[in-house]
Every structure is written in C-alpha cells, then in structure tokens.
C-alpha cells in the first residue's frame, strides 16, 4: 500500500506465493460448497491469477471456476455465466465471491441435474490460496512530475500491485494511484480517471502506457 509522508507516494511491489489448500471437488456442489468457505486469497488467485502470470499477454484472462465447469463438467452455460462475470464491478473480493455462489446457485436451481456431474479423477478441481509480500520500492513520488517519471521505471508487478491487489485484495474502494492523487495532491479529476479505467481491460504494460498518457495530458493542460 501506498506510504503517506506527506504529500509523498512510496511504490510497492509485491513477491507471489502458490499454495495448495488440499481442497479439492468433483462436481458442482462440492464446489460450490468450498466456495463459500475457502479464505478470500483462494477466490482471488482463481480469478486473477492469469493475470499476474501472463502480464504481456492479450487481457480478457480466463477464470478457474469457469474453466473447470466447462471442461471437466462439461456446462457451458454455467461455464458462460461464471466467465462472464464482471470482476471490476466488485469492490471486494467478498462480494465477488457471493456473486460466483449467487450465479452457482441460480443455474443449479434451473437446472437440478448439474448436480448429477462428475469431474474424471484427472481433472479434480484443486484449490490454491494465493500469498502475496509486499515490498517497498526506492522510488518515491512527491509530485506529479516525480510521479510520472517513476511510473515509466517501475515493475510490472508493482503497476498490478497498486491497481488490482489494492482495490480489490486489501478492501480498498479505489486503487492506490487514484487515492493517493485525490487525497494528497488534489488532484481529484485525474483521481477519477484513473478510478474509471477497467484494468482488466489491458495488458499491464498496456496499462502503464496508458497512464502515462493521462498523467502527461494533465502536465500538458497544466502547462497551458
């Protein structure tokens, strides 16, 4: 997270850990079930994990749950629903997680015999939690100029760390970057562009690219 000093922003970025749970389904229900209790890093990993993976990749990255519902129990429809499920509208992964039982829930009472599905033992749906270590970086910003400056240097992983684990993982109702611009340098219409971009929507190096040229039209109308 984002160290005020100030009006200063120190950039983070975080290490990723893989960890099997042991827990694991065969069919719908036992899915759903551990759905609802599984902690909330075990829901973030299966809906975001590609995109920490694959950070030069097309975007549009594939969910677990409905991967695994569409190939291993051959459900498309429900397959469709849980891939069509739109991340960035969920402030929490708490209410990510309801919306993924919600729609679980809805198709099974529609149609009873998806419960009759069973994954071969091949293709045994294994939970993972994801574990994520902050690190803080060198690089402080104390104004817009340093900002966008260091934002052409940072890492890949701390662009994802400070737009999507910030807003989404650690409860946040924007991410880091937005925050900091509104509350500390005022800069609140810039805060709310950055707020209004779908970072799911980009590549991270895409993402960056596109920061910088909000950040540099700002500089620019500053300018004039």
Same mark, same amino acid.
């Given at each position: 997270?984002?160290?005020?000093?100030?009006?200063?922003?120190?950039?983070?970025?975080?290490?990723?850990?893989?960890?099997?749970?042991?827990?694991?389904?065969?069919?719908?229900?036992?899915?759903?079930?551990?759905?609802?209790?599984?902690?909330?890093?075990?829901?973030?990993?299966?809906?975001?994990?590609?995109?920490?993976?694959?950070?030069?990749?097309s975007?549009?990255p594939?969910?677990?749950?409905?991967?695994?519902?569409?190939?291993?129990?051959?459900?498309?429809?429900?397959?469709?629903?849980?891939?069509?499920?739109d991340?960035?509208?969920?402030?929490?992964?708490?209410?990510?997680?309801?919306?993924?039982?919600?729609?679980?829930?809805?198709?099974?009472?529609?149609?009873?015999?998806?419960?009759?599905?069973?994954?071969?033992?091949?293709?045994?749906?294994?939970?993972?939690?994801?574990? =994520? @270590?902050? !690190?803080? #970086?060198?690089?402080?910003?104390?104004? &817009?100029?340093?900002? +966008?400056?260091? *934002?052409?240097?940072? $890492?890949?992983?701390?662009?994802?760390?400070?737009?999507?684990?910030?807003?989404?993982?650690?409860?946040?109702?924007?991410?880091?970057? =937005? @925050?900091? !611009?509104? #509350?500390?340098?005022?800069?609140?219409? &810039?805060a709310?562009? +950055?707020?209004? *971009?779908?970072?799911? $929507?980009?590549?991270?190096?895409?993402?960056?690219?596109?920061?910088?040229?909000?950040?540099?039209?700002?500089?620019?109308?500053?300018?004039?």
């Amino acid at each position: 997270m984002n160290e005020n000093n100030g009006k200063s922003f120190r950039f983070s970025t975080r290490l990723h850990l893989r960890v099997l749970t042991g827990l694991k389904a065969s069919n719908i229900e036992e899915l759903l079930e551990l759905i609802k209790n599984v902690p909330g890093s075990s829901i973030y990993y299966h809906t975001h994990h590609f995109l920490q993976q694959h950070q030069y990749l097309s975007p549009e990255p594939p969910n677990d749950f409905a991967h695994w519902i569409t190939s291993a129990l051959n459900e498309e429809v429900l397959g469709e629903k849980i891939a069509s499920i739109d991340t960035i509208k969920f402030p929490t992964i708490r209410d990510l997680r309801n919306e993924i039982i919600r729609t679980i829930e809805g198709c099974i009472k529609e149609n009873p015999r998806i419960k009759l599905r069973f994954a071969s033992p091949d293709k045994t749906f294994h939970f993972i939690k994801s574990t =994520s @270590f902050i !690190l803080p #970086t060198d690089y402080v910003a104390k104004n &817009l100029e340093d900002f +966008l400056e260091i *934002l052409k240097k940072i $890492t890949p992983d701390s662009i994802y760390f400070h737009m999507f684990e910030a807003r989404l993982r650690l409860d946040m109702e924007t991410n880091d970057f =937005s @925050f900091w !611009l509104g #509350t500390s340098l005022s800069e609140v219409e &810039l805060a709310g562009k +950055l707020a209004s *971009l779908d970072p799911y $929507t980009y590549t991270m190096e895409d993402l960056r690219k596109r920061i910088i040229e909000i950040v540099e039209e700002r500089l620019k109308n500053a300018k004039n």
